[in-house]
């Protein structure tokens, strides 16, 4: 088991290192951002208001989609608001030092660039499947979009790898620190905790993704408030810290941390890594991913659901991480040791606030953020499964999904989190390939949508106007779907 462990390691240092990962997935959101103006600055205010506000594109059929942009939203948000908020940013700064938090930063700042385009493609050439539901991402827009057979085998790696992470970024890991905390916090042993939460995953995935869109809908935002909401408490009660936490941030960014605490000092070298490891783990741009669900959403163009998307990874990165990375550094509790990472937030917490009750909170805010990316996880799971396998084996990746949910709770999953971070880079290397080699369709139809409806304010009608005979017009797609699906 250690040699296996050593070989992961080896791996993943490879994958997640200066020369493949790294460059690939920062050059590839710079790319994105340079192709599309930067789109995630100057569209940002609208974005928010059509995700948050508006919710759902007047006039658009339920044909024209399985749930509401809204709903898509929080789906993708709950797969990715996880663990790797409170526990993957402790481990980035107790080994990366606080300049890990700014290379997570640009990590979410480029990773918006891609989020659009993932999602922006996974509505342009989405399918309906044998059932009639809507499904699409980078399993069909890496095949149809660039064509031939290397299309063909970026997909299928894609697929394979997608499900193969699901059972541990969308699961163990995120089970085990839920399990871990709440005996820690409330005594609950492992095994009912487990027991539990299989029932209550097994009852919720066998509706599917409405099902999954419904639960999400009424429970992400409670959980972003109450964390986000204690956070900004704890900050204000430790307002003269935040200048200094922030000049550590991006000094020690450019060069590296020396040892304090239980902290054993880090090069910048380090800190570009564990910042964008645990950031893409966090926000998940560019793994195609949370583009799974931005297929199922009820939207009139692509360009909408890309914006719609490209709020998450904000939300994510430029809010939540935020603030568990700020509240670790403020209290100095970052350097307590990549060993003690699960607890570090928690501690935090406790000394930021000054009182011995704040793990409960953290432990509160960890069981919503971790079983919600359990619900969204297993969605891209079966999705990715159907490609593969076909509609019947949907259901029993389901009910085993479910299983797997009761053995992270119970078994100790240290080796699972490096399998996480290499089985992460697995996905998003086929889907950043395909970025890039589609970011010319990605840049010219985002172009001439927003020529003609650069607020975002257009309604479907009005939008089947300017998109007559161009390419990515809903009802154009559909209509060729539709025809493929009666000829199955």
Known sequence: MDAFSDFLSTLDSFVWGPFFLIPLLLGTGLWLTIRLSGLQFRKLGSALRLALIDRSDEGVESDHGDISQYQALTTALAATVGTGNIVGVATALSVGGPGALFWMWVTGLLGMASKYSEAFLAVR?????????????????????????????????????????????????????????????FGVPTWITGVVM????????????????????????????????VSLVLLGMNLPAIPGAFEQVFSQAFTGSAATGGFIGSTIMIAVQMGVARGIFSNESGMGSAAIAAAAAKTS?????????????????IIVVTMTGLVLVITGQWAGGKANASILTSKAFDAGLGVSWGHYIVTIAL??????????????????????????????????????????????????????????????????????????????????????????????????????????????????????????
Not at 134 to 159: E, M, N, R, W
Not at 217 to 228: D, G, K, N, R
């Open 198 to 229: 299989t029932i209550i995953t097994l009852v919720v995935l066998v509706g599917g993704i409405k099902s999954i869109g419904r639960v999400t809908a009424a429970f992400v935002p409670v959980m972003i408030i109450l964390y986000v909401g």
């Open 367 to 488: 069981v919503m953020f971790a079983y919600s990316t359990i619900l969204g996880w297993c969605y891209y799971g079966e999705r990715n499964i159907e490609k593969l396998f076909g509609r019947r084996f949907v259901m029993p990746y389901r009910v085993v999904f479910s299983l797997i949910v009761y053995v992270g709770c119970v078994t100790s999953l240290d080796v699972v989190w490096t399998f996480s971070d290499l089985a992460n880079g697995l996905m998003a290397a086929p889907n950043l390939i395909g970025l890039l080699i589609m970011s010319g369709l990605i840049a010219r139809e985002t172009k001439y949508y927003l020529d003609h409806d650069p607020h975002l304010r257009a309604n479907k009608d009005q939008v089947d106007d300017f998109m007559v005979g161009r390419p990515g017009a809903i009802d154009a797609h559909w209509d060729a779907v539709k025809h493929e699906s009666n000829h199955r």
């Open 125 to 185: 050439f989405r399918h309906r499947d044998v059932s009639g539901e809507v499904t699409g991402g980078p399993q069909y827009y890496l095949k149809d979009g660039i064509g031939g057979k290397f299309g063909t085998f970026l997909a299928t790696f894609f697929s394979i790898a997608a499900v193969i992470a699901t059972f541990g970024i969308g699961n163990g890991t995120q089970a085990n620190s839920i399990a871990g905390n709440v005996e820690n916090s």
């Open 301 to 317: 163009h692509p360009a909408r659901q890309g914006l719609v998307s490209m709020t998450q990874t904000f939300i994510d990165t």
